[in-house]
């Protein structure tokens, strides 16, 4: 009877272990979260910009022409009219440059909306710096209203040699629900 | 491997077996429970061919046919799910609770109350999902059942999922937890009941396959289960882990269920490695080439199995240094997986082969997986995955290696097996009909398809430009005749549980070795209760 008890022991041992493993590994999941923003944060792996301002006190290389072009879309529902003042502008390192975005929301009834940034090659994102960018917060358009929002940007001299044009893309999001809905997560992020 | 009980008494008149219903409800004998596994994974395989077919029938000819695109999606996105969580996964957890005790000498498996629980999980789990599928074909108003491809990719489930998603999201936990569950039992079975003197390196190839599988499932099951936690607090609790609008990413959703979906690709396939390490050297009577190098050979495939994902998603725009060490990786596995099939080979080299039915099958498995490594080869190079990439070649490539090689292997050991379980042989000439309907229809079904891929059809769409409307008149030809020749298998099947055949022996295959057969066919309720001794 020992002989039986004891391999109970035994098993509940392996038990345990192998329970404590895959619990860590469904918090693991959830740490590939924070994980990835990191890694993307020093790659620019998924090509986002920073969501803070930069300095903006670097040395102009004037060696280097670059090509910033310009793309924006409205996602997912999101009804306002969204487009670039410039298509492209060619830039300096270092050389900071302002760029207007025009928008306009024909609705009748007031919308907030979210840029999400987006560069490719995703490897440029670390080095496309904004000192000011509308979407660093969410816009409130009132309806039938209309805005010029500033985007102002430098690339950094250290951008690989290799990169000669760089594309930042805007995706519009309609949040109003998020907004006020839900303000208090928004304050936090 | 020459592993040979000395002596070996059952005691199965000395037990009483329940009889009825609640022999199954409260079953906790391993073979009961691998027999419900086995039939569960049957009917699923039946189910998600029935969903496979009607996807055929509409693409057998362009243009609307039989059913409209919404529903497609939704046949697409269930035929996936089902077959791979519903029909191989169970199907391998069935045999492993069937032959991993007979294998190693144990009487059970260790933790027989937590096996029953994990089958019964699963048939809830699976009604909940067809519910959807039911509640879409003929529910008040058609509400869509998931229809966002079995990957499941944000936003498409979370933003832009039909109310359908949660029941999924339920189901696909469920599932978790049953794999988990069978899993956990799998690694204690294997570390602590085996009979003495069944030392790991002699255990059979089937066990260590499965070992390694069990380890793979606690590993990556619970990545799966947080993925679709993060879709369900996206999608209700206000969170934006996949939404770029709150800051979230949808990229970072394919990162964490390929880190699932990567290993899951070994874990339906590990187990049929093992089986076909059982049985050419059974038809070929010689003891497996290369023992150790097998064991090896799994366990890196196991664990390159971790850092190959991102290469379902060369397309996402990753640097250049990602994709390079996503591909080499990738086409590292190809070393180990090659070393398995030297080994197959080199196993029946100058042997004494006889082609049985379990051997046509681990044959056609050898040939054909091997048709579906290479075409993975391929897709390995980040340059030419870009053409390849949401094609018919990729739905080519997976099948290959998942029905010609997993479902393949699968009923290769049925066919082994068959005797052992139901104490008949099953029947040849159904048998034969069997396998060589399915060599020939799998062929014509999933053949073209290489093709239509490379020439720019992509998959997952319920019509296609005209230029390919030939190849899919056949590929549609090959699913029916695939589909109504496993019909032939049902027969085989039902012939065996209903004992009608010629009886089995104990050894049924004069080649085959392994403590399986040191026990009468069909196997007692008990078996092993004295352990048996390995020399």
Redesign the interface.
Known sequence: MSELND?EQ??NR??RK??I??????????A??PL?DVL?DI??????TS?TAASGEVQMDEDRLVTVQFVTTS??GMVWDFNPQVRSVKVHPGEITQVNFQVKNPADHTIIG?A?PSV????AAPHLLKTQCFCFDNQTLLAGGEADMPMIFYLDPALPKHINTITLSY?M???TE?VT??KD?LAA? | MTAVAAHHDHHDDHHHAPHGLKRWLFSTNHKDIGTLYLWFSFAMFMVGGFMALVIRAELMYPGMQVVDPEFFNQMTTVHGLIMVFGAVMPATVGLANWMIPLMIGAPDMALPRMNNWSFWILPFAFTILIGSVLMSAFGEGNPSAPNFGWTFYAPLSTKYGPASTDLFILSVHMMGISSIMGAINVIVTVLNMRAPGMTMMKMPLFVWAWLITAFLLVAVMPVLAGAVTMMLTDRHFGTSFFDAAGGGDPVLFQHIFWFFGHPEVYIMILPSFGIVSAIIPAFARKPLFGYASMVYATASIALLSFVVWAHHMFTVGMPLAGTLFFMYMTMLISVPTGVKVFNWVATMWRGSLTFELPMKWALAFVVLFTCGGLSGLMLALTPVDFQYHDTYFVVAHFHYVLVSGAIFSIFAAAYYWLPKWSGVMPNTFLGELHFWNSLLSVNLLFFPMHFVGLAGMPRRYADYALQFADYNWWISVGAFWFGISQLLFVAVCVLCAMKKGKKAEAAPWDGAEGLEWTVPSPAPFHTFDTPPVIK
């Open positions: 391999l035994r098993n392996v038990l192998l329970v493993g895959s619990v860590l590994m469904f918090g693991f999941a959830f590939m979260v990835y993307c790659t620019g792996l998924n090509g986002k969501d996602s997912g979210q999400i490719s090659p995703g490897l995706a999001f309609d949040v998020r809905g839900n997560k992020r």
